[in-house]
């Protein structure tokens, strides 16, 4: 732990968003990730809304530049080629939106942020409101075509939480045979441990294949592809999301009815995911109907879209996955014996997830929970610098440094502010 102060944080916070910045979007950092990802910009968007509004905006702006003619806003913007990132735009060969970019998608969280930033800048908002109703309604069509409430995920990395264990067993029915020999650039820039397997990068790339073979039709890709997973994080992240739409079609004089209709949707399928036995919200294969035995951090977040049906029974399990770490929030069940507490998204806590389980608390009237989790992340951050992720029982910096979403959080969550004896 350095002993700077909570001002200097501030500035360095800045900092990584301004030397992120290659002008008008944000790559997530150096190196790593070199292009525009869909959620991390959304998030550089909220961090940069405490010092410059305007590139706030230009964040969002850019991103919806990459939209997709039925609605997709993709995962990944290539906006140049950069031979350091692996697998670029020559291997998705998904060329259907106005850029070159990937053929999936990331959890729709920027009606949230915009629904943030519309009071001061309505006329920008106004301009992006078509574009995001057409990104949820591609959200139903092309991931729940059955209109069964709950969003399904066609790629571990369409859901934002890459190699969690919930795509272990579902990822056993992709067949990777064809997948050859290929050099991935990730291990040359982090640690190993710190990042998903060989046997999980097999399956990522044979599923991209998948879709090209299918030229990313979303309707056969459903239809046919042997991974299509409820995801809980999705579910919830795009009900909130269309909460947030809808208090803005009110704003400007939208119909809200066909946004009713989809959250009501959204409400009701939120049962779909429920397991007992874990006491939370979990993923569900869609193809075997099989439910995840386990918790993840993505069990909170439909506190985070207003779904408190189940909330005493989610607060007991975030009380035991308290006990069994020393910052919250886990992206893993801690209890599991699939925990591995530096390895991406089986085990490290999250800035970007923890502000979103803390909000829905905060909703919910779970003040203590909300200030325990944000004083957490005040703690990982000021112990740790601005790193993608961190270990949950050392706070060990992981992943990439100087992370973009990282010094956002900080930033819009106002952690400066608390815990300035730490930080």
């Not at 919930?166 to 990822?171: M, Q």
């Not at 290929?182 to 820039?189: A, E, F, G, V």
């Not at 790339?205 to 998948?210: I, K, R, S």
């Not at 569900?284 to 439909?302: D, K, V, Y």
Request: overall charge negative; glycine content about 8%.
């Amino acid at each position: 732990m350095d002993d700077q102060t909570p001002k200097s944080h501030d500035e360095a916070a800045r900092d990584i968003l301004r030397g992120n910045d290659r002008g008008g979007f944000t790559v997530p950092t150096a190196g790593l990730y070199p292009y525009q990802w869909n959620w991390d910009s959304v998030f550089a968007a909220m961090g940069f809304a405490t010092f410059d509004r305007d590139r706030a905006w230009r964040e969002l702006e850019t991103l919806f530049e990459a939209q997709w003619p039925d609605g997709m806003v993709p995962h990944i913007v290539f906006r140049a080629d950069e031979p350091s990132y692996f697998p670029g735009p020559s291997v998705w060969q998904a060329d259907k939106g106005p850029l070159p970019s990937s053929g999936i998608s990331q959890p729709p969280v920027a009606a949230t942020v915009i629904a943030r930033l519309a009071a001061q800048d309505p006329d920008r908002a106004a301009r992006l409101f078509d574009p995001l109703d057409r990104w949820h309604r591609w959200w139903h069509a092309a991931r729940d075509p059955d209109g069964t409430g709950v969003i399904a995920i066609t790629h571990p990395w369409e859901s934002g939480r890459d190699n969690l264990p919930d795509w272990d067993r579902p990822g056993d029915a992709v067949d990777v045979s064809g997948v050859g020999t290929y050099t991935r650039r990730d291990t040359s820039l982090v640690d190993t441990d710190q990042r998903p397997k060989k046997k999980d990068y097999d399956r990522y790339l044979a599923l991209v294949q998948f879709g090209v073979d299918r030229g990313w039709d979303y309707a056969r890709i459903a239809a046919e592809t042997p991974f299509f997973v409820a995801d809980p994080g999705i579910t919830a992240i795009l009900l909130r999301a269309e909460r947030d739409l809808r208090a803005l079609a009110e704003a400007f004089g939208r119909d809200p009815v066909p946004i009713d209709a989809r959250i009501a949707r959204l409400e009701a399928g939120h049962e779909r995911l429920w397991n007992p036995d874990a006491g939370a919200y979990v993923s569900r294969n869609m193809r075997t109907g099989e439910r995840a035995p386990w918790a993840t951090s993505a069990s909170f977040l439909p506190l985070f879209a207003g779904v408190t049906a189940r909330k005493a029974e989610l607060l007991g399990t975030l009380d035991r996955f308290s006990r069994s770490v020393r910052y919250l929030v886990p992206s893993f069940d801690p209890d599991s014996e699939l925990f591995d507490p530096l390895r991406y998204w089986r085990g490290p806590a999250w800035a970007i997830v923890n502000w979103m389980i803390a909000d829905g608390l905060r909703q919910c009237g779970e003040d203590a929970w909300a200030a325990r989790i944000r004083s957490d992340t005040a703690k990982l951050i000021g112990e740790s610098g601005f790193a993608e992720y961190f270990g949950p029982l050392g706070a060990e910096p992981c992943g990439g440094g100087s992370f973009s979403w990282t010094a956002a959080i900080w930033l819009a969550w106002g952690l400066g502010t608390i815990n300035e004896g730490t930080v």
